[in-house]
Structure formats: structure tokens, C-alpha cells
């Protein structure tokens, strides 16, 4: 009894294969009752997928998942949901057209008959309440309406909703990304009160500081392995940086003495965000790497957009010098044509160059395709694949072929390091130095604070505007991370 | 996460709701504005034997109009509604007539089809444009066999239905309003409603919480079905005799009228009171409107045109801003 | 063997397949009396339903949501502007059929305005012009019955060996869209946005540009089958296009367009084409009563493509 009782979930050697990428490469992991559990690692690790699984969103290829001592043959979300098990992943899964009780109602097959409205509303709202108060959200707002923020508000308190099912444990995906710095506080310390009153959580997040305050025990992914589970008072933020596989990257760029570029170069970008008061801008000189930071969705996205438009029209505030490529992050919305092939990804952007007369040649799509497949080092066997046969690191390689490829001088990169292994990573980093030796400016968009040791500049945004440019040498992550919470600090 | 959090420039919770407060009103807006014309025109119209005459035909047209409102619900389009109802008249001045049992039977395999083809649409993942467009064909085939020519009788129950001339308030406008209360209540304000506007918001978040899309996608088109039916019936009630092609234009009738109404093809948004105020706005600007303004009878498709163009600008001035 | 392997492989060969079925059916039926003018006739037929079925395949593959149902009403304009102009006179043809062109693209390009300016969506935006342009159709074209300059209705039934000249112009029409589509920076230019509009975006492409010379393409290809089947059938009027709205969609459909945007197959326009007019030819053939006929064309349609199946979830 005591042994099965101590368990909610275990998984045991799980295996889950995506192509020719291993997302997990035999995993074990178990969660006890009563415990927060911070899960870390860089993009790419293994931590979303490792949810799926969890929550029965994802089936493992190989392995087992065990619920309350017994193994699950056929494990699903309505399965997971009964045994209690809940999951908020980074894409929201509200309904924008429905109002956030009937989103409530959505998820609980028991909020029916006459009088569900009202149940589902005081549901929502007393959990809004606890977790989050004074969200000023109403039961009766369309999520539509809503901002990003009050968005996830919802759905991590949605939940949190008890009706008959039990509630055992709760995955957190990243939950704070989309809250300001009060909301993250408030449910950060709403998870550490449910913790305490039994329930269990997984929390990942990116805020290392975060996971070192709210967790009981910590595990570290990379490359689809666990490679450190602990409890957290075993561990730093060094130690979690040098687990999660920093170091190397660390050491790689430190060991490059870059020479700054001339304050003479010419200005090839500069932006004001819309938002902006006073005078502030970002500047970006010809050969430099302009990196942008802060918690994720806080304008950095909507500047680079913006500088994307000017290339092709007047633009407020905005001014660019050159031809402008962007390098999407998310790429299943932004980058990929999921029909094509590798080759006819790539050239997407260079087709007006590739023309011999009216009609593009195919020699020289060829030719482009096959230099960059060499350059950038794309693993394939034939570039006339299709595109989603290439894992996701490679994809990522394509989409940075597309853009470098082509002829523009200045390349915006919208987070492009998403969902990408620690190798590919450092081969793109060497290259994109390589470029901007060359003379290309690059605008740098990261969620990884790491990656910014790249940049010769960073800007830091908060709630749409700039409210600080750190240089080189003022540059680490502590600095970083205190102007990305700037507004909120005493 | 690369969405940006306050990128909704500027409209806090009280611009938002002033906006969407406009357009909800839209439709009964442009309903009013029709009848203001028709009032300033010909003011004997705004009468109970006006608006009986002018309506009359505004029932069927509502009833195919909720038709589609079902399946545009749910991110499809039918494009056989029209030839589906031409169907259902054919089947109701023969069958139900000569012989009710046969008649009954073949209407509620109609269904029974309808809701098929909307099992066939989600598992093989069809297009149903396409789908919809091929059913149109076989529709109008099978109302051509049963009624080669116009002819056949309506039975007399469903004759004096129709016919049915209550105190104060117009047949017609009564019945829109029972439809719309009835639709209303039904999918905006039930708890299935919610679920089966969220398959239509967001399929995947609605599969992910145990509910089945199969089921909401059999479940729309049956009711498309059953409201076809009964659009068929009542337009033969009507009309006392039946004709295959007589339903052709309630195809793009019912899309247009949805259209009005606020709904939009994509994202679950419809409204049911919006869509029959749509369908009645179209009825009275159809005909009586026309007439009354003496415009040439060339021009009554193309004032159709114009309406659904000039309506959709003032949905596009109050509307959401384009991503 | 390898070789025909390959050839099976490729998506549209089947929409021929079915056309030599159903042509063989017909013939079987006859004993072979009339084959090859029942190939001729198909091909004259099936001219007129490419012409537009290219213009509505580009307009489809812009991607969900985008279709022009303004065509039939644009038919039977161009089909009048072209009578009315030409008058019976052989000097005037070429003028007629500039006209007829020109109505064409202008309705493309008012298409366009009412989605992109109003923002309507293509469904309604095309389907609301449809009915202005009928009523402007019926005010012009006032009863007159005009008959077209002899010369111009001869040309159009020239045959060589069987074949029409019209279906030879027809296959170099194809041939030149197939080329725009795979060849040129326009043609991907639309598979890019039909699979992922916002990528294209951000991949450099004019997303309005591209979708603006779409539909004035598709209105342009209106214009000259209007004008071209009243010269075929020696008459313009107005419901001369009313079949091809759903002929339009049905062709690019069977042929291996994929509805939901972003894959295209010009073959298949063709194939597609020959099988729906060789359907007709074949259920008339048999003595079908036109309710019949009706019936099995929507059941073979349904049958076809619930065969062919959709594009699987992207997701």
C-alpha cells in the first residue's frame, strides 16, 4: 500500500521518436504526492514532449506510463483527466469564439442541465479569485477579447477547476511566460499553497530563479535523457546552467574576442517602438548582432515585425538601409510550407534572382539549395525531401537558409532557436557570427538569456518598450533578467 | 511563446464592447432601415395584411437560413441546401400527400443522409465544398424524378399551417421569432450549444477535453437536414403545389443570410436571432422593397448584391482589426 | 515497367482513367458507331470548362476560404459585351473580344476591391458582384438575340483531324499555366500563400499583389469563355455560364487541386474536364432521363473525391 500510494504517475523508459529525431531517448521519471517538481532544460530537450506524455496528449513509442500503481495500456487525456491528471500547455487550448465559462464548461462533462451557466461562471471565478486576485476578468468575456495575459490566466486557472474528477497533479508548461511579473508572483505562490495542501505539480519555465524558488525537486533534460534529478536545495543556477548543457556554449563564445564594430559603420536599423516615450531607439550598425530580450511577449516580436514592414513601406519610427529577411521562430505558423520540399523551402526568397528570363532555372535553385545543405549543414539525404522530413533543428537550418541565402543585408530572427538541439544551435551561432564578420546586421530575439552572449548589444523590453540597452561588456544574465522585471522592482 | 501580450493597442474592455455592441446590432439595424424605406414608400405595407403578404415567403428562406447556420457553425458550407429543399417540396406534394408513410419515411431517411454525409465529411476529411456541390447534383436528380413538371398538391394539415392567421401579430413575424428564440436558446445558451460552437472555435482544444468531433459534425448536419425538411414543408404549405427547381436560390439566400447576421465561415461567431433578422432583411429587400421603389425588375438580383456589399462595408467599419 | 510506375503515380492520371472509362462505356454501348465524334464533341465541350477551371484553380489555391462564384454571371456578360460589339461584323471581332476580355478583368479587379478594400470574404464578396453583375447582364443585353459575325463562328468549330482549334488553344493555355505555376515567381507565389499565408509573408512576397492579379486572371478567363462560347453556340445569353459555376470547382477539384490552397494540378483540369463532358455524352448516349443523369453526376462526384480523400490535418 504505502509504495503504490507514494507514486501518482511513473514513466519508465519512455522512448518517443519523431522521424530521425529522438525528442526522448529512455526516460524515467516519477512524481510523488505533496511535491512541486521543476523541470529544466534548453529548447529541444525533451521537456514538452515529456508533458505530452504525461498528460496523454502524446503517445510514447516505447515504455511504460503507471497512474496509482497501475500501468496504463491505454492511456489518453479523458483517461488522464479521470485519474486527475492535468496539463496547461504553452498553446492555449480555449476556444476564442466562447466566453470563459463556457471554456469552463468545455472541460467538465458534469456542467449541464439548467443552471450551468451560473455554476460554470462561479466555478472560473472562484478559482480566478484564489489563484489570481484582482484579475478583473468576467465569466461572461469572450476569450477573443481578451489579452494574451488574461488568456493564460484562464486557462491555468480552468485547471484548476475541481468538479468530479480528483485532482492529483497539475503541469505547468512554461505558465508565466505570458503573465506580467504580479500574476507570475501570484501563481507561483498558489502553486506552493496547493503543493502544501497535497496536490503535486511539474512546473517548467525558462526563469531559472523561478524553479529555484517554487520547487521542491529538480530534474534536468538534454537531448531527450534525464540528466540530473535532485532535490533543489542541491542545486544553483551555475549548476543548473552547466547540467542543462550552458557550459560549452559558454566557453565557445567566450572564447572569441570579438572586436567591436566601428562607430562609424553605417546605421543599417533603427526602430522606436511604438509604445515608446521619450527618445529611445534601437540602433543597429552594419556587421553588428543586436540582440533583443525580456520575458517573452513583451514587443520584441511586434519591433522586429515592424522592421520587416519598413522594408516595403513607410513605417513610423522605423528606418532600414537594406533588404530585410526574418528568420520565423514559430515555425509552423510563420516559416514552414509543409508541401514543399527542402530545396524549394530555401528559395523561396530568392526566387526573383534565380530567374534566367521570365522562368525561374532550375540549375540555379538547384545549386542554391545544395551550397547552403553543405554551408549550413542540413542532414539529409536528398534537399528535394520534403521539408517535414528533417527534424526540427534542421527545419530551423532551412529557415536561416532561406534568409541568408537570399539578398538581404539585414536578418531579423524571431526566436529561431525554439525546439532546437544544443548541436545544431552552436553551428548556427558560429555561422551567424561568420555573417555578421561578413557584414550582415543581425536583430536577435531570444527567450534563452545564454544565447545573448552572441550579441555585440541587447535590448531589453518591457511591456512594449525598450527600458534598457546593455552593451558587451555590461552583458549577464542577472543584469538581463533585472531590467526584464524593471517596472515591478521596489 | 512569440504572441505579444498588450498588442491590442489602446482598446481597453470598454472599446472592445462598444464595437462588438455595434455589430451585433447591425443586422437589426439594416432591418430597421428597410423598413423605414418601405414605411416611407408605401405606407399601407406596415400592416398585418402588409407584412403577411411581404413575408411569406421569408419562413422558408429563415428555416434554410438556420439551415446553414448549423454547418457554418462548425467551419463547413452546404452548398445543397437549395436543391435539398426543392427535394423536400417535390417529396411533400406527392408522398405526403398521396401517401403519408412513405412520404414520412423518405423525409426522415433525408435526414438520416444529411447526417451521413457529415460522418463521410470528418472521417475522410473531405472538402465540403465539393461534397456539398456533388449532393446538390444528386438533389435536384431525385427532385426532377419525383416531379418532372410543377404540379402535385399540399396536404391539407400543412395548408392550413401555414395558413394559420393568428391575432395581432403577422403568421410570418411569429414564427421568426419563436425560430430565433428557440436557436438561440438552443446553441448560444445550452450546454451543448457551448460545445458545439467550440468545435467550430477551436476542434483541437475540443477533442483534447474528451469531447467527440465526429459527434458534433453528425449532429450539425443532421439538424441542417431536419431544418431542410422542414423549410421544404413550409415553403409547399405556401406555395399548395411543388416544383423542382423552386428551392435554387435559397443556396446562396441561406449563405447570405448567415452572413448578414454576424456570422462569419471561420471560428464558430454566428448568431441564430442574426441570422433570421438577416433572412428577413433579405426577404423584404428581395421584392416588396424593390418593388415599392420602382426599381426595374432586371435589378432585383443585383439589389441583393448591393445590400450584402453595403452591410458587410458597415461590418468591416465596426468590425475587429484585421490581424 | 519502372516507367509506368512512375506515371500511375502521378495524382490527375486517374481523372483520365475515368474519361476513357466512361468513353469506352459510351462506345460499348453504341458498338463503336460515333467514337471519334464523340471524342471531338467532348473536347469542344471540355474547352470551355478548362478555360475557367484554370482561372478558378489559381483562385483555390490561394488557400481556404477563396473562390470566384462570380463566373457564370461574368460568362454571360462577356458573352453579350462581345455580341453586342461585334454586331454581326467581321471587321469588329477583334474589338468584341477585347471588350468581352476587358469586362472579364474588370469584374476580376472588382472582386478584388470588395475583399481586400471592404473586407468581404471572397465567398461573398464573389457571390454579391455575381448577382449585380446579372442585373446588369439582363438591362444590357435587353432580349436581342445577336448572332455572331459568321467568320468568328465558324473559327470557333474549326476541327483539324477531329480535333477543334479551340481545344488546341485550350491545351497551350494549359500548358502556359502549368509553366506560371511551377516556373514562375508568380505561380509560387501562390502555393507559397495557399499553404501558409503569413509565412509567405514573411518570406518576401506581396501577398496582395499576388492575390489582386489572381482574381483579375480568373475575371480575364471569365471574359474570354463568354465570349468564345457565343461564338461556339452562335448566341450569347444570359444563363450561357450558369453550368460552369459548379463545373469550375468540380474540375479542379477531381483534377487534384487540393481545396484547401496550396497544392495545384493543371493536368488534371484537363482530365477532370474530358470525364465530366464524357459523363454527359455517356448518360445521354444511354437514353437517361435528364433527373437520372443529374443523380448519378452528384453520386459519381461524391463517389470521387470520398475516394480520393482529403489533405490530412497540417496540425
Known amino acids: ?490 | 511563446m512569440t504572441a505579444d501580450t498588450l498588442a491590442a493597442s489602446g482598446s481597453g474592455r470598454r472599446g472592445v464592447n462598444y464595437a462588438r455592441l455595434l455589430r451585433t446590432a447591425l443586422p437589426a439595424i439594416s432591418l430597421a432601415i428597410i423598413l423605414i424605406g418601405i414605411a416611407y414608400l408605401n405606407p399601407r405595407a406596415i400592416s398585418y395584411f402588409g407584412f403577411n403578404l411581404m413575408l411569406n415567403l421569408a419562413i422558408p428562406i429563415t428555416l434554410a437560413t438556420i439551415a446553414q447556420m448549423f454547418v457554418i457553425t462548425i467551419n463547413e458550407l452546404d452548398l445543397s441546401i437549395g436543391n435539398f429543399v426543392g427535394f423536400v417540396g417535390c417529396v411533400t406534394a406527392t408522398w405526403l400527400h398521396d401517401a403519408p408513410l412513405i412520404g414520412i419515411s423518405v423525409l426522415v431517411l433525408s435526414v438520416v443522409i444529411y447526417a451521413a454525409l457529415g460522418a463521410l465529411i470528418h472521417i475522410r476529411n473531405l472538402p465540403s465544398i465539393v461534397v456539398t456541390l456533388g449532393m446538390s447534383f444528386v438533389w435536384q436528380g431525385l427532385a426532377i424524378l419525383i416531379l418532372p413538371k410543377p404540379g402535385g398538391a399540399a396536404p391539407d394539415w400543412l395548408q392550413s399551417f401555414m395558413g394559420f392567421q393568428p391575432p395581432y401579430v403577422p403568421f410570418p413575424i411569429l414564427a421568426a421569432i419563436v425560430i430565433a428564440l428557440v436557436m438561440h436558446f438552443g446553441l448560444m445558451r445550452s450546454s451543448y450549444g457551448a460545445v458545439l460552437r467550440g468545435a467550430g472555435g477551436n476542434g483541437q482544444a475540443i477533442n483534447r477535453a474528451g469531447w467527440s468531433l465526429l459527434k458534433t459534425k453528425i449532429v450539425m448536419f443532421g439538424l441542417a437536414g431536419v431544418f431542410g425538411v422542414i423549410s421544404g414543408m413550409a415553403l409547399i404549405g405556401i406555395t399548395t403545389s411543388g416544383d423542382a427547381n423552386i428551392g435554387n436560390g435559397y443556396t446562396l439566400l441561406s449563405i447570405a443570410g448567415v452572413i448578414l447576421g454576424g456570422g462569419e465561415f471561420v471560428g464558430g461567431r454566428v448568431s441564430p436571432i442574426g441570422a433570421v433578422i438577416g433572412s428577413l432583411t433579405l426577404a423584404l429587400a428581395a421584392s416588396p422593397l424593390l418593388t415599392f421603389m420602382h426599381v426595374p425588375p432586371d435589378w432585383d438580383v443585383g439589389a441583393n448584391g448591393i445590400i450584402l456589399i453595403v452591410v458587410l462595408a458597415a461590418r468591416a467599419l465596426t468590425g475587429r482589426k484585421a490581424d | 515497367m519502372p516507367y509506368l510506375r512512375q506515371l500511375m503515380s502521378k495524382a490527375w492520371i486517374w481523372s483520365y482513367i475515368g474519361a476513357l472509362i466512361v468513353w469506352l462505356a459510351a462506345i460499348g454501348y453504341t458498338h463503336g458507331y460515333g467514337a471519334g465524334a464523340m471524342v471531338t464533341n467532348a473536347l469542344s465541350l471540355a474547352v470551355f470548362m478548362v478555360i475557367v477551371g484554370i482561372g478558378q484553380m489559381f483562385v483555390v489555391t490561394l488557400g481556404p476560404g477563396n473562390v470566384d462564384l462570380s463566373l457564370p454571371a461574368n460568362i454571360g456578360l462577356a458573352s453579350a459585351v462581345a455580341m453586342k460589339i461585334m454586331e454581326g461584323n467581321d471587321s469588329m471581332i477583334a474589338v468584341g473580344l477585347i471588350a468581352a476580355l476587358v469586362s472579364g478583368t474588370v469584374i476580376g479587379i472588382a472582386n478584388y476591391a470588395l475583399i481586400r478594400v471592404l473586407r468581404i470574404p471572397p465567398i461573398i464578396a464573389t457571390l454579391s458582384s455575381s448577382f449585380i453583375i446579372l442585373s446588369v447582364d439582363i438591362s444590357y443585353g435587353r432580349g436581342l438575340q445577336i448572332k455572331p459575325p459568321d467568320s468568328f463562328a465558324n473559327f470557333t468549330n474549326i476541327q483539324f483531324l477531329g480535333i477543334p482549334i479551340l481545344a488546341i488553344g485550350g491545351a497551350i493555355l494549359a500548358v502556359g499555366a502549368g509553366l506560371a505555376l511551377q516556373r514562375m515567381v508568380y505561380g509560387r507565389s501562390v502555393l507559397a500563400i495557399g499553404q501558409n499565408e503569413r509565412a509567405a509573408w514573411l518570406a518576401g512576397i506581396s501577398v496582395e499583389r499576388v492575390r489582386f492579379l489572381t482574381y483579375a486572371l480568373s475575371g480575364t478567363l471569365g471574359g474570354i469563355d463568354g465570349a468564345l462560347l457565343a461564338g461556339y453556340f452562335r448566341g450569347a445569353s444570359v444563363d450561357i455560364g450558369d453550368e460552369y459555376l459548379l463545373s469550375s470547382i468540380a474540375v479542379v477539384v477531381i483534377g487534384g487541386t487540393s481545396v484547401a490552397g496550396g497544392k495545384a494540378n493543371v493536368p488534371g483540369i484537363w482530365g477532370a474536364a474530358l470525364f465530366l463532358v464524357l459523363l454527359q455524352i455517356m448518360l445521354n448516349t444511354f437514353g437517361v432521363s435528364p433527373g437520372l443523369r443529374l443523380l448519378l453526376t452528384g453520386v459519381i462526384i461524391v463517389g470521387v473525391i470520398t475516394v480520393a480523400g482529403g489533405q490530412p490535418a497540417t496540425r
Open chain 1, 1 to 490: 500500500m504505502p509504495v503504490a500510494a507514494k507514486n501518482i504517475i511513473e514513466l519508465d523508459g519512455v522512448e518517443r521518436h519523431f522521424g530521425a529525431v529522438r525528442a526522448l531517448d529512455g526516460v524515467n521519471f516519477a512524481v510523488r504526492r505533496g511535491e512541486c517538481i521543476g523541470l529544466v532544460g534548453h529548447n529541444g530537450a525533451g521537456k514538452s514532449t515529456l508533458m505530452h506524455i504525461l498528460a496523454g496528449t502524446g503517445i510514447a513509442d516505447r515504455g511504460s506510463v503507471t497512474v496509482n500503481g497501475e500501468l496504463q495500456a491505454t492511456y489518453s487525456v479523458q483517461r488522464a483527466q479521470r485519474l486527475g491528471i492535468r496539463c496547461v500547455f504553452q498553446e492555449l487550448s480555449l476556444c476564442p469564439n466562447l466566453s470563459v465559462a463556457e471554456n469552463t464548461r468545455i472541460s467538465h462533462v458534469s456542467l449541464r442541465g439548467i443552471g450551468w451557466a451560473k455554476r460554470a461562471a462561479s466555478l472560473i471565478t472562484k478559482r480566478l479569485d484564489e489563484i489570481f486576485p484582482g484579475h478583473g476578468i468576467e465569466a461572461g468575456d469572450i476569450i477573443g477579447d481578451l489579452p494574451i495575459g488574461k488568456r493564460q490566466m484562464v486557462e491555468v486557472a480552468r485547471a484548476f477547476t475541481l468538479t468530479d474528477d480528483p485532482l492529483q497533479l497539475v503541469i505547468l508548461d512554461e505558465p508565466t511566460s505570458s503573465l506580467d511579473a504580479h500574476a507570475a508572483g501570484q501563481l507561483l505562490s498558489f502553486v506552493r499553497r496547493s503543493v502544501a495542501e497535497g496536490m503535486s505539480c511539474i512546473l517548467i519555465s525558462h526563469l531559472l530563479g523561478e524553479i529555484l524558488d517554487t520547487s521542491d525537486r529538480i530534474v534536468v533534460m538534454r537531448d531527450g535523457k534525464v540528466v540530473a534529478d535532485g532535490a533543489s536545495s542541491q542545486f544553483d543556477r551555475e549548476r543548473l546552467i552547466e547540467t542543462m548543457g550552458g557550459a560549452e556554449a559558454r566557453d565557445a563564445t567566450a572564447a572569441i574576442a570579438e572586436t567591436p564594430v566601428s562607430e562609424n559603420a553605417p546605421v543599417m536599423v533603427s526602430a522606436r517602438p511604438a509604445v515608446q516615450q521619450g527618445g529611445t531607439e534601437l540602433l543597429a550598425r552594419e556587421g553588428e548582432i543586436v540582440g533583443l530580450a525580456g520575458l517573452a511577449g513583451h514587443g520584441q516580436t511586434r519591433l522586429l515585425i515592424d522592421v520587416f514592414r519598413a522594408s516595403t513601406r513607410r513605417q513610423a519610427g522605423v528606418s532600414v538601409a537594406a533588404p530585410v529577411a526574418l528568420v520565423a521562430g514559430d515555425r509552423q505558423t510563420d516559416g514552414v510550407f509543409p508541401l514543399w520540399s527542402i530545396a524549394d523551402n530555401i528559395g523561396i526568397r530568392s526566387l526573383k534572382g534565380l530567374r534566367r528570363g521570365l522562368f525561374i532555372a532550375a540549375e540555379r535553385e538547384k545549386e542554391l539549395a545544395h551550397s547552403w545543405q553543405k554551408r549550413i549543414g542540413i542532414r539529409t539525404p536528398d534537399m528535394d525531401n520534403n521539408i517535414l522530413s528533417l527534424s526540427g533543428g534542421n527545419q530551423q537550418k532551412a529557415l536561416f537558409a532561406r534568409a541568408l541565402g537570399s539578398d538581404a543585408r539585414i536578418v531579423l530572427m524571431d526566436d529561431p532557436m525554439r525546439g532546437v538541439d544544443v548541436a545544431t544551435k552552436l553551428e548556427v551561432y558560429d555561422l551567424i557570427r561568420a555573417e555578421a564578420r561578413a557584414g550582415r546586421t543581425f536583430l536577435w530575439y531570444t527567450t534563452e538569456t545564454e544565447e545573448l552572449s552572441n550579441c555585440d548589444r541587447v535590448y531589453v523590453f518591457r511591456n512594449g518598450r525598450i527600458v534598457a540597452a546593455l552593451d558587451r561588456s555590461e552583458l549577464t544574465e542577472e543584469r538581463v533578467i533585472q531590467s526584464s522585471f524593471e517596472e515591478a522592482a521596489p
